[in-house]
């Protein structure tokens, strides 16, 4: 029996008739940018995360760079941040032109260690940029303590966190903004690139409004600041808000079947991903770590079972990014967990048979 990891094609068989309906409407409209789906998006995402604006982009990476740049953040400026991630918040953070600062990630959670901060900051540490990895927050209480203790703005990595919550706050409240990716494979995924900032702060959204679309604020073709071209297409937004009306279903099922991995490898010398208290989980990824990793991935790989390995390598290993960290050793958690992790597969399409064989792939492997 096959498992793939993802199944994007399903999501569209699921939803085929509204999907077609809708790119149908956009490409006959005329309309492409800056359109009704885009402006509705930006305000049901807002809503969604109960904050007061939403600024519809191109992509996550690219909201990160634009919540970077409309908080001032440039040469001279620290950002702590983690190192066991995708690239996008530290490759931002340098092309700001400022220093990304590690500390390392608590095991239990693969998050920000929050009792790490306060030795990492300096006169040049203007923010902390938390990474809300594998659908659910990080230690937000220990973030924000840290922060009010150091005068710092905190910047949020939601790329993975839409629709997460912590005591019921969405991400998106903790800090300045949220920054969102709706790449394919996330939760709310588009038919491409996609991404979204949430923030609270009229005048901070004001300045990345303006700058996704050239700096362009008060009037068309004056420039009050050095932007981009980063606004989100009309057909993204129309897909997206297509896929917003099942996403959470799509949730409630990866929840069903993270309970069934929880059920099925509980007895096994594996640790497994718990919920931190006061977050609900939107179960992006389903991660295990095992030193014999490197064995479990080709094991599965022969039951026809697909894994994932996010992430390998950890950000300061990586040519561009070694000079910022301290080198093999100095971050003792991000690098055990890069060399021992694995992701199961958890897209919302598979079926109970398909978990149960990844979950005895998994049983039989240790056994
Ligand atoms: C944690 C994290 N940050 C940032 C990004 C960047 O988002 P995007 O791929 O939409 O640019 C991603 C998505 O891949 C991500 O997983």
């Known amino acids: 029996?096959?498992?793939?990891?993802?199944?994007?094609?399903?999501?569209?068989?699921?939803?085929?008739?509204?999907?077609?309906?809708?790119?149908?409407?956009?490409?006959?409209?005329?309309?492409?940018?800056?359109?009704?789906?885009?402006?509705?998006?930006?305000?049901?995402?807002?809503?969604?995360?109960?904050?007061?604006?939403?600024i519809a982009l191109n992509s996550g990476t690219d909201a990160l760079r634009i919540m970077m740049d409309a908080q001032g953040i440039g040469p001279g400026d620290e950002v702590i941040?983690?190192?066991?991630?995708?690239?996008?918040?530290?490759?931002?953070?340098?092309?700001?032109?400022?220093?990304?600062?590690?500390?390392?990630?608590?095991?239990?959670?693969?998050?920000?260690?929050?009792?790490?901060?306060?030795?990492?900051?300096?006169?040049?540490?203007?923010?902390?940029?938390?990474?809300?990895?594998?659908?659910?927050?990080?230690?937000?209480?220990?973030?924000?303590?840290?922060?009010?203790?150091?005068?710092?703005?905190?910047?949020?990595?939601?790329?993975?966190?839409?629709?997460?919550?912590?005591?019921?706050?969405?991400?998106?409240?903790?800090?300045?903004?949220a920054g969102f990716s709706f790449y394919v494979t996330k939760n709310l995924g588009a038919a491409g690139d996609a991404g979204m900032i949430v923030t609270n702060d009229d005048e901070y959204a004001a300045?990345?409004?303006?700058?996704?679309?050239?700096?362009?604020?008060?009037?068309?073709?004056?420039?009050?600041?050095?932007?981009?071209?980063?606004?989100?297409?009309?057909?993204?937004?129309?897909?997206?808000?297509v896929k917003l009306q099942r996403m959470a279903a799509w949730n409630e099922r990866r929840a069903e079947i993270a309970a069934i991995y929880l059920d099925r490898l509980s007895g096994l010398d594996l640790p497994l991903p718990s919920i931190q208290p006061g977050n609900n989980h939107t179960w992006h990824q389903f991660a295990v770590t095992t030193p014999r990793r490197n064995e479990l991935m080709p094991f599965l790989r022969e039951r026809q079972v697909d894994s994932m390995i996010y992430y390998p390598v950890p950000l300061h290993f990586h040519a561009p990014y070694a000079r910022f960290g301290g080198g093999e050793g100095s971050l003792p958690e991000t690098e055990r967990i890069s060399r021992e992790v694995l992701n199961l597969p958890i897209h919302p399409h598979l079926t109970d048979e398909q978990v149960e064989h990844v979950a005895r792939s998994v049983v039989d492997f240790f056994a």
Do not use: W
């Open 81 to 177: 941040t983690t190192a066991f991630t995708f690239v996008a918040s530290t490759e931002t953070i340098v092309q700001t032109g400022a220093t990304p600062v590690f500390v390392d990630v608590d095991p239990s959670t693969f998050m920000i260690d929050t009792s790490l901060i306060d030795a990492a900051v300096t006169e040049r540490t203007k923010a902390i940029l938390p990474i809300h990895l594998f659908g659910q927050l990080c230690d937000v209480r220990g973030v924000t303590a840290a922060a009010e203790r150091n005068s710092l703005v905190v910047l949020e990595d939601a790329a993975q966190a839409i629709g997460c919550t912590y005591e019921g706050t969405p991400s998106g409240n903790f800090g300045v903004a």
């Open 1 to 54: 029996m096959r498992v793939p990891f993802y199944d994007i094609k399903a999501q569209y068989d699921e939803l085929a008739a509204p999907l077609d309906k809708v790119v149908h409407e956009v490409i006959s409209s005329g309309v492409y940018a800056l359109g009704p789906h885009h402006n509705a998006l930006e305000r049901e995402i807002a809503e969604l995360h109960g904050c007061k604006h939403g």
């Open 207 to 241: 300045r990345a409004r303006a700058i996704r679309i050239h700096g362009m604020g008060r009037e068309r073709y004056y420039y009050d600041y050095v932007g981009y071209t980063s606004r989100m297409d009309e057909i993204q937004a129309a897909v997206l808000r």
